[in-house]
């Protein structure tokens, strides 16, 4: 139940119990992207509300916060998909400013060796307040290829690459100029980054990963990682040749699917399991844990940089999708985490991974109030971090920080053979992707019984 913040909210005061009974059914808004919509309306017990009618959920975007946020009186059990100031993370510029920071104070409280588990994104300046020190780090290291991205847009758009001075001398016009009329046309920023020259290949093709990361609370920060995701490749084969060819050197979807070889069937994906075992075929399995093992830091670090910065209000989560570039040398670059990870889909396989990746998310939100607070895996989302390390067996907790055991994340794992979570079945229908087809029979690992997925539940099967 929401209101805007002068109403008397008459539902206040009554027990967590008493209320749920009270609503026969969950009031949900949202934003109108297809897979989300499916996935709202389909789910048992929820209703829509359209305009001005009062909600329970709200997936909304980011813009609707920024304007109404602060305005709304929101009830305990209310949830929202974003934090308040969700740009900490997701603007590139403050993210960078935010993990500067954490690797500071890293190494003022732990030593440098824990401030170079931060090293993961590459040499980066806000521009135009950084400019100074840009040039001076541009001079320091001549020839090397820069990129140049605007800190607020999304889609590959208005970014370009750069190896001399002069080439971001227009821009730099324009932001003076807009400098002298302030009031008009608003300073757009950028950030200078340098560019990963040697990507890894696949095929002679760039790409890099799109990853899921559920995050429910800041303060403890508790976080879930999704076993699926993909790769997003590029079209044209990788050469610093011609750095002006945005096909060669941004793999986003939006800009490859205007590429004149893109083939829609074909697409320019491929889930993180083919990928994982593709690394595994070349480079053998423990390269491979590694990469992924980095790839963990990456998403906790991350994270703990805005763990202060962050409003934690109990009403919001977020799933972020994380921009991930492997190098030659299999090291995982952080190059941005969205707020609003592209959730439509561009083939029946993209479908099916977002339209699971948001039921597994709705189950974990848990607005019908179902899980215990000790699940580990829900659905495709492993428990990464419960206010520290979550470990993947039982056992005693890690209180060195992170290492010294196996933590609970399984990105890329195939989830076959193991198609069930350890949920007790009356209590929900959780299962991995591949064992939600219509149909498709499994075992429930913890009591043996046999269940059916029929119309979106698991069903005991007589
Ligand atoms: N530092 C970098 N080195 C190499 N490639 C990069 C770098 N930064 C961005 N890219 C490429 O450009 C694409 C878009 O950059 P990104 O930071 O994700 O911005 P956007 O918000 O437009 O998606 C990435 O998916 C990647 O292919
Ligand atoms: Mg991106």
């Known amino acids: ?112 060796l824990e401030a170079a588990k931060c090293d993961f994104f590459p040499k980066t300046f806000e521009m135009p307040c950084e400019y100074h020190l840009f040039v001076e780090e541009f001079r320091k290291n001549p020839g090397i290829t820069w990129i140049m991205k605007p800190v607020a847009r999304s889609q590959g758009k208005g970014i370009f690459l750069f190896r001399r001075l002069k080439d971001i001398m227009d821009w730099r016009k324009d932001t003076r100029n807009s400098d002298d009329q302030k009031e008009e046309i608003p300073v757009e920023n950028y950030v200078a980054q340098r560019y990963i020259e040697n990507p890894y290949l696949i095929g002679g093709r760039k790409f890099d990963l799109r990853v899921y990361v559920l995050v429910m609370s800041y303060i403890p920060l508790r976080a879930w990682l999704y076993r699926d995701g993909f790769a997003r490749f590029s079209n044209t084969r990788f050469t610093l040749n011609s750095i002006d060819d945005q096909y060669v050197h941004l793999t986003n979807v939006a800009v490859q699917k205007t590429s004149p070889d893109y083939h829609p069937e074909k697409g320019c994906k491929w889930m993180l399991q083919r990928f994982r075992q593709y690394l595994a075929s070349k480079h053998g399995p423990q390269a491979v844990e590694t990469l992924f093992s980095d790839m963990d830091n990456i998403f906790i670090r991350s994270l703990q940089s805005v763990q202060k910065v962050i409003i934690s209000d109990k009403h919001c989560f977020e799933l ?3 921009d991930i570039l492997v190098d030659q040398d299999l090291k995982p670059w952080l190059l941005e985490v ?29 607005m019908e109030a179902r899980l215990t607070g000790r699940e580990k895996r829900v659905g495709g989302f492993d428990l990464m971090w419960n206010d520290g390390p979550v470990s ?58 046999e269940l059916r997925f029929v119309n979106g539940f698991f069903t005991a099967h007589p």
């Not at 813009?63 to 109404?68: A, C, G, P, T, Y």
């Not at 479908?351 to 990746?357: A, F, H, I």
């Not at 193991?418 to 499994?442: F, I, N, W």
């Open 1 to 112: 139940m929401s209101r805007p913040k002068i109403q008397n909210y008459k539902g206040c005061g009554l027990s967590k119990g008493k209320e749920r009974e009270q609503r026969a059914s969950i009031r949900f808004k949202t934003t109108p992207i297809n897979t989300l919509m499916d996935v709202l309306r389909n789910r048992p017990g929820w209703v829509e509300v359209k305009d001005e009618g009062e909600w329970d959920f709200y997936w909304c975007d980011v813009s609707w916060l920024r304007e109404n946020f602060d305005h709304t009186y929101m009830d305990e059990h209310v949830r929202i998909s974003h934090f308040r100031n969700h740009y900490e993370l997701t603007r590139k510029n403050y993210m960078v400013k935010n993990l500067k920071r954490f690797r500071k104070q890293l190494e003022r409280e732990a030593g440098k």
């Open 320 to 322: 972020y999708g994380y």
């Open 338 to 366: 969205n707020a609003s990870p592209s959730l439509t889909a561009s083939s029946e396989e993209d479908y099916e991974l977002k339209t699971c990746l948001l039921e597994d998310t709705l189950h974990i939100v848990d």
């Open 392 to 449: 993947r067996e039982e056992g005693p907790p890690d209180l060195s920080g992170m290492g010294n055991f196996v933590t609970n994340t399984h990105l890329g794992k195939p989830s076959q053979g193991d198609l069930l979570t350890s949920y007790p079945p009356e209590r929900g229908h959780m299962a991995t992707p591949a064992a939600r087809k219509p149909g498709c029979q499994v075992v429930c690992l913890e009591e043996g019984k």
